[in-house]
């Protein structure tokens, strides 16, 4: 069982920045690709950012390439995204993942089928 829980969530004006935390425990979360999605009011889940925890490979949603970065520390067992320049459109429940799947897999598969969910933390960018 892998438990994950979201932080860092808030209000910012539009070209504004903010990271993004999400605590990971759990006896083989290290084993799982970590992602991070996001749910707009009225919109599917969908993917933003993903890296494996072995060698830190990442993949990108077109959407926020070049203005998003995800990370991780696996020291600290903490998977971060930090992102810039922010947008309105960008206004969203952002929710951690792990799973098994590869990143290219992770970018395309329904959110459905994830393994672990953490609760979500708002992001609220203003115009």
């Known amino acids: 069982q892998v438990q994950l829980v979201e932080s860092g969530g808030g209000l910012v004006q539009a070209g504004g920045s903010l990271r993004l935390s999400c605590a990971a425990s759990g006896r083989t979360f290290s084993s799982y690709n970590m992602a991070w999605f996001r749910q707009a009011p009225g919109k599917e889940r969908e993917f933003v950012a993903a890296i494996t925890w072995n060698d830190g490979s990442t993949r990108y949603a077109d959407s926020v390439k070049g203005r998003f970065t995800i990370s991780r520390d696996a020291a600290k067992n903490t998977l971060y995204l930090q992102m810039n320049s922010l947008k309105p459109d960008d206004t969203a429940v952002y929710y951690c993942?792990?799973?098994?799947?590869?990143?290219?897999?992770?970018?395309?598969?329904?959110?459905?089928?994830?393994?672990?969910w953490g609760q979500g933390t708002q992001v609220i960018v203003s115009s």
């Open positions: 993942a792990a799973d098994s799947s590869s990143l290219w897999l992770l970018s395309r598969m329904r959110y459905t089928s994830i393994n672990y």
